[in-house]
């Protein structure tokens, strides 16, 4: 069982950044893959950025060039860097875990609302 705890998210203005972490309850060195997810309000979660084990790096296309996913092993928290905000960023973002190949766990979220 791997428990995930987010923190950041809030309220920003258009153009300004935010960065959300997520810490594992054990070590991620091994997992497969840490990931961002996000969830506007009435759609679909969909997938932001993802870090594979070997450190390949996927994201959106909304957000290339302004997100960036990274990971610290030794604090085993994962890490999204979110530049130049816009309105339609506002989601409520979860972490997700997938330390093996089928099993996906997942952080309790966090509102993040930019102002136009």
């Known amino acids: 069982q791997v428990q995930l705890v987010q923190s950041g998210g809030g309220l920003v203005q258009a153009g300004g950044s935010l960065t959300l972490s997520c810490t594992a309850s054990?070590?991620?060195?091994?997992?497969?893959?840490m990931a961002w997810f996000r969830q506007p309000q009435g759609n679909q979660r969909e997938l932001v950025a993802e870090?594979?084990?070997?450190?390949?790096?996927n994201y959106a296309e909304s957000v290339k060039g302004r997100f960036t996913i990274s990971r610290d092993h030794a604090a085993n928290t994962a890490y999204l860097q979110m530049n130049n905000l816009k309105p339609e960023d506002t989601a409520v973002y979860y972490c997700?875990?997938?330390?093996?190949?089928?099993?996906?766990?997942w952080g309790q979220g966090t509102q993040v609302t930019v102002s136009s």
């Open positions: 997700n875990a997938r330390p093996g190949d089928r099993i996906d766990y």
């Open positions: 054990g070590s991620i060195f091994t997992f497969n893959r």
């Open positions: 870090i594979t084990r070997g450190g390949g790096q």
